[in-house]
Each structure stands twice: as C-alpha cells, then as structure tokens.
C-alpha cells in the first residue's frame, strides 16, 4: 500500500494530455489511460506553472508536475487552457481609485475583462504579495483580480497604490 503522504513527481515523458468530447481534459499517465483528469496548483499563487497535481476523476493524487515548460506540446497547451479554467484570475491594467469609506476600502479598477469594482474590510487579509511586484486582491465575497507588476502599471495607478502597499 502507497503512503499517502508520498509525494510523487511524474516524469515528463510518462504523462500526455489531451481534450475529450465535451471539452474535458484526458489522458496518460505512466501508462495507464485517464478519460477524465483534474489539474490543481500545489503552490497556486507563488508558483502558477511548476508543481501541478494532476489527479483522476476521483480526486486521488496521480502525481505532480515539477514543471509545466518540460512537457509536450499538446500536453503543455491542454494544461495551460486547463489552469486557466481552474484559477480564473483578471488581470488588473489600471487602478482608477482607492478609497476608504467608513469601514470599507474600495478599490475601481480596469481589468483585461473590463472594470471592476472590489471591496475590502481591511487591506491586510485581502492583499496578497506572492514574490516579486505581483499582488492578489481578494473582496469580501472572494471575487479575486491580479496586479502582475504592480511597477509597470501607469503613473496614475501606481499613485493610487502608493498608500495602500
């Protein structure tokens, strides 16, 4: 019987995904077949394409992916779409305003699927900074957005960022 804490890392060459009828993403793994697999980021926001689980139907732990850049091409596109799906996160290319009112800061922002508007109690639990100039904004109903770079943005957005980072 496998420990199940056992950390498994698959090697490039065993695995090949793909998509099914209906979209669903498929494939090989060591090989054995998989009509249906489930992809999930180990360390989602400090590593967003290196150390991916891949599991079955289930849920049960196939392996990991060290790093999705050493797989096929096939396999390497089918994994992108599948994160992409899986970790929905607009990205912001503006920040128009910052506000505290009363109790709440409230942040309007342009993103690359159009404005938004978030909403948070205190800037500590909802701003996240997973390495580098990049920020995860989280409102309080759990809708997210992502600051890539938050130095390459324009003068008027990293002014708004300015007292609040």
Same mark, same amino acid.
């Given at each position: ?67 999705? $850049? $050493? ?12 994160? &992409? ?5 607009? &990205?912001?290319? &503006? ?12 942040? $309007? ?11 948070? &109690? ?23 957005? $992502? ?19």
């Amino acid at each position: 019987m496998n420990d199940p804490y056992d950390i498994r890392v698959l090697q490039p060459e065993s695995i090949s995904l793909s998509r099914g009828a209906g979209g669903v993403m498929q494939g090989v793994v060591d090989g054995k077949p998989y009509s249906e697999l489930i992809v999930f980021r180990t360390f989602p926001f400090l590593y967003t394409t290196q150390y991916l689980s891949i599991r079955d139907a289930k849920g049960e732990e196939l392996g990991i992916v060290a790093d999705l $850049e $050493e797989l096929d091409a096939e396999s390497r596109d089918v994994l992108r779409q599948e994160l &992409r799906f899986r970790y929905f996160l607009p &990205r912001v290319t &503006r920040v128009d305003s910052v506000k505290q009112k009363t109790d709440l800061w409230i942040w $309007e922002l342009q993103t690359d699927l159009g404005p938004t508007r978030l909403a948070m &109690r205190n800037l500590h639990d909802h701003m996240q900074f997973p390495g580098g100039s990049r920020i995860i904004l989280t409102d309080l109903t759990g809708k997210r957005c $992502e600051i890539q770079d938050w130095k390459k943005l324009d003068g008027h957005s990293r002014k708004q960022l300015n007292d609040v980072i």
